[in-house]
C-alpha cells in the first residue's frame, strides 16, 4: 500500500481520482492553493485508488496522507 501525501500546507482545491480508480506514476491526482498559487500533487506510484482521505476545501498540513494506493 502506497500513500501520497501533501508536499506543503493548503488547501485541497480539486480532487482528480476517485475511489477505484487506476492511477498512473507521475499522474496529477489533487490541486492545492498555498498562497494564492495552485500546486498540483502528482502520484509517486501507479497503483487503484482505495481511499481518499481529503475533500475539496480541506486544509492539510505538509505530509498529511491524501490519497491511499493499492
Not at 501520497?4 to 498512473?24: F, R, Y
Amino acid at each position: 500500500m502506497n500513500e501520497i501525501t501533501a508536499t506543503m500546507a493548503g488547501t485541497v482545491l480539486k480532487v482528480l481520482v476517485e475511489s477505484g480508480g487506476q492511477v498512473s506514476n507521475g499522474q496529477e491526482v489533487l490541486l492545492l492553493e498555498s498562497m494564492k498559487m495552485e500546486i498540483p500533487i502528482e502520484s509517486g506510484f501507479s497503483g487503484t485508488v482505495k481511499e481518499v482521505k481529503v475533500s475539496i476545501g480541506d486544509f492539510v498540513n505538509e505530509g498529511d496522507v491524501l490519497i491511499v494506493l493499492e
